[in-house]
């Protein structure tokens, strides 16, 4: 039992050292942030805050509105994620309830195309979205979200152990229209699951950077990373100060969000990872 | 299912919008690739049809090749690592000796970095692994573990091995989570049976933890496979957007977006993006293939 | 049957609505934008650089309206923009060029022309030095863009620090030491035994390498010109590393600029600094910059507090020329007669321009302008050193010839080669080997000296 006690003992520190080697850099960043870019060459490494944060932001800010970045991408994300979810769940229960001609090759087409890297139709979907006019605009990275082949085979595995046809007979019986069907039982019955689907659809809109660097051009649409990667060249960068504070704008939120809602989060990927 | 479902027509109006949107955003660019990686497109003008000379240059292309090399070689740093640590971790966690506590704070502190924008953290490590000026410099020379400023990124070892240790850092979490769920999937009495058998722990990992977690295994280095080989956003803002140093980051996918986007080599690029294609198909059957058998043999 | 026709007709409905809802989203954002752009007088401007932020505060008062900047990092700017001007869509009604891109711009449809009516840009020919004026000519003479600038370089260098280890801080006799490698090299020694360091870093001397016979990077026939000067180049870059002369802090980066105001910490030699036991070597200044003429007020004097003052600048080995900000109407822009009026303003108007130079040093190339201040200027930041007579001196013999499309990307790239050469990481023969594949790489048209 003791010894138990040792190794515990160096385990935890063990643990406590990698917690500490995951968050020193967010805590080099959010400290250089408040430091000028003199003292950031000159002084080297330090643990205490200077008192330039607000030159920083003066600097930043000038450049780069980078909570209209924010507001960007919330925006996008958000309409992403609840398109997305809606339309899966539709698909879903269209797959999952009705059987029709070709369902199954449909399925299974569907399931093939999944396997396809997102980056084997980027020229095509460029040129496509320029002859459509819809360059430099959110269509593009909002409306082909629609069709997300994962989402839709998630929902429907989920739906084939979940739904009885036997609800769906009494509804029917009772008058009800397919559509309603679908809003009055199957949405609410797939809830858990659209709900752990939506946190990696919003995730991966939010973080999604080749396809908005590719297709917005004005500043003022850029999405975070976008904005975030212009920096890069920019006059910011001449001020390590500044370009460190950028960086944090960009971070220090969604670290907040994450304070909350890290059960959740860590619940719904534990989720997807053993439905597989 | 064993009742004979009746032919309904209704499936079509609810898969309908998902096909038209599929069709139009996402097959017909494939095929329109397709047709590209033919011609020597360069984003003005009519596509001018070349035949194959798109895919003979790229089988004979070293800096594609070189780009395939830089994949796999982050890739393979970052998966080691991740993979590594996170299995330690489960094992140590699902120990039911130990009894380690405090599962919830850990998972979701390893979690965090994942949940950043790659792009904040390309520009986050790209200045903190400054030469002369970085602070990581700074603080491993205050520490006295180097005795001259390391250009992290100057230097074709270096920078890989930097651009795969920070995948690692942002992955390790994730793959912890996923592992530790597989653990919990398992049940208890597996290891009360072991211990009742006066197992040790290593008999138990080997003989009962690591066994019964190879699918989930498995998954991880598929997803994570599908994910490495498509790299992008941290080699590309970590240092000039060419791949520097020495073109020691220039992954598949950088390269595709240069030769697309920059040089406007946009047939060339669809060629690329084939290529690409491939290696993955590819991988994935030796992946599915090796596991089949390894399935076979074991039952 | 009923219900079917009926849901599915609802279903339509609402997969239409939905798509609308996105549609008008975007078209929101869209109209929102071309409301403020499209109201009367909001002009929209876009650009590589913040100079024309100061100007654009003068428009806007002069004429009352509003102006929108963009500012896009010169590495995007090119592929940002050419998308918004071939498809029409909230482009800007002035946008400028750099240097690096101008001959290409000229040459496609995006700036209007301003040879015709109502501009007659050709009347004013005479007005503006010659290979400024030309280089915003297409191959078929028409003028598409002009600028205010010319862009001659020297070096700025600090006062202080040539009067103590050189003895002198009179800009012609350092230019006269300087005036040969071999002289630059010994200054660079001289700084070096007293503490300083002649350049930031080895990019520096790229313009002195090239010698008097500077050459475009290609040529007519699309072949890659490899002359003996940028062979030269990566000797002299890895001269600079080995005797130690610069301070370690690459071109455009935090440090480059933190260098100008004085000390930068600096520990290449940490073991060496132990053994001699001294602390004087953790910080170092750096003696001199080579910019051109722009480089004073949107480098040099907006990164500087505590020297300014003590600058002055000379030249270098030999003259050179670098960078350069054109400026023309977008061709389908509905707001050209405002649009005229900046470009006017900025390039020909005799009192904005005079007051623009004596605030900025720029140097311009609007010789109405030129010829009234050039013999009285005085550059409060230079010491009062008079920088325009030095620069109009050197703007003759810019040969604007060499300048290429291909400028921006194969210069990064000769850069890059340059630099593992320097680092040891490759022989020169590898360095410049690797050169030419990438540049064949990118551009499979050009033909390289290696093939």
Known sequence: MKKDKVVKGIFYTLLILLVIISFIPFYMMIVNATRSNGDILQNGFTLLPGGALMENYDILIQYMNLWRGF????????????????????????????????????????????????????????????????????????????????????????????????????????????????????????????????????????????????VLFSPEKYTLPVMLGALRGSQVAQNLGAMYLGIAISVVPIMIAFLFLSKYIITSISAGAVKE | MSKMKKIDYHGYFFIIPFFLIF?????????????????????????????????????????????????????????GFQLGIALLLTVLF??????????????????????????????????????HHGTINHLLLDLGIISQPINWLNDPTTARWSVGLIGAWMWFGHTFIILMAGVSGISKDYFEAALIDG?????????????????????????????????????????????APEGSLNTMVLYLYNQAFKFNNYGYAAAVAYGLFLITVLFSLIMFKSMYRKNVKEG | ??????????????????????????????????????????????????????????????????????????????????PVLESGTEAPDVFTGELAFIKEWVEQDYWEDLSQEPYNVEDIEDDFVDYVFDLGRDSEGTVKALSWQTTPGGIYYRRSIAEKVLGTDDPEEIGERMSTMDGMFEVGEELKSAGYRLFPDEGAVRWFSQGQDPQPWVNENDELIMTDGRMNHFDYAKELREKDMTAFAPEWSPAWFEAMDGPVSYNAGWDEVDEKETKAEDEVEVFGYALPTWGLHSVLKTNVEETAGDWAVTNGPNSYFSGGTWLGIYKDSDKKDLAWEFVKMMTHDKEFLTDWAMETGDVLSYLPVTEEIKSEFSEDFLDGQNNYTFFLEEAKSIDSNIVTRYDQQIDTMFGNAVGEYVEGTKTKEEAIDEFYNLVQNAYPQIKVPNQ
């Open chain 1, 71 to 214: 507001a960007n991408s919330l925006v996008i994300a958000v309409a992403v994620t609840l398109l997305s979810s809606y339309f899966s769940a539709l698909t879903a229960f269209g797959f999952a309830v009705y059987n029709f001609k070709g369902r199954n090759a449909l399925f299974i087409l569907m399931l093939i195309l999944m396997m396809v890297p997102g980056q084997l139709g980027l020229i095509g979907f460029y040129d496509l979205i320029q002859t459509m006019g819809f360059l430099d605009t959110y269509v593009p990275l909002i409306i082909p979200p629609i069709a997300s082949p994962f989402i839709v085979f998630f929902l429907r595995q989920y739906l084939a152990t979940t739904m009885h046809p036997s609800l769906l007979e009494a509804a029917r019986i009772d008058g009800a229209k397919e559509l309603t069907l679908f809003h009055k039982i199957g949405l609410p019955i797939l809830m858990p699951a659209v709900a752990t689907m939506a946190i990696f659809t919003f995730i991966g809109s939010w973080n999604n950077y080749i396809l908005p660097l590719v």
């Open chain 2, 23 to 79: 069709i139009t955003f996402t097959i017909y660019p494939i095929l329109l690739t397709f047709y590209y990686s033919f011609t020597s497109y360069t984003g003005m003008g009519d596509p001018e049809f070349i035949g194959l000379a798109n895919y003979a240059r790229l089988v004979t292309d070293p800096y594609f090749f070189s780009a395939f090399y830089n994949t796999m070689y982050i890739w393979g740093i970052n998966f």
């Open chain 2, 94 to 131: 699902s120990d039911i000796r130990l009894k380690m506590k405090g599962l919830g704070f850990f998972r979701a502190a390893f979690y965090l970095p994942n949940l950043i924008t790659i792009a904040s953290v390309a520009l986050l490590f790209g200045i903190l692994l400054g030469w």
């Open chain 2, 199 to 243: 197992a040790s722990r290593w008999q138990i990992l080997s003989n009962v933890t690591l066994p019964l977690l190879k699918p989930i295994m498995l998954y991880v280095l598929i997803t994570s496979l599908i994910g490495g080989l498509q790299i992008f956003d941290l080699p590309m803002l970590i240092t000039d957007g060419m791949g």
């Open chain 3, 1 to 82: 049957m009923n219900n079917v026709g009926c849901s599915m007709k609802k279903w339509l409905l609402l997969f239409v609505v939905s798509l609308l809802g996105v549609g008008t989203l975007s078209a929101c954002s869209n109209n929102s934008e071309e409301a403020s752009g499209s109201s009367e007088d909001t002009l929209t401007i876009w650009s590589f650089t913040d100079e024309l932020e100061e100007p654009i505060e003068v428009f806007k008062e002069v004429h009352d309206v509003e102006v929108e900047l963009t500012i896009i990092p010169i590495e995007d700017y090119p592929t940002r923009l050419k």
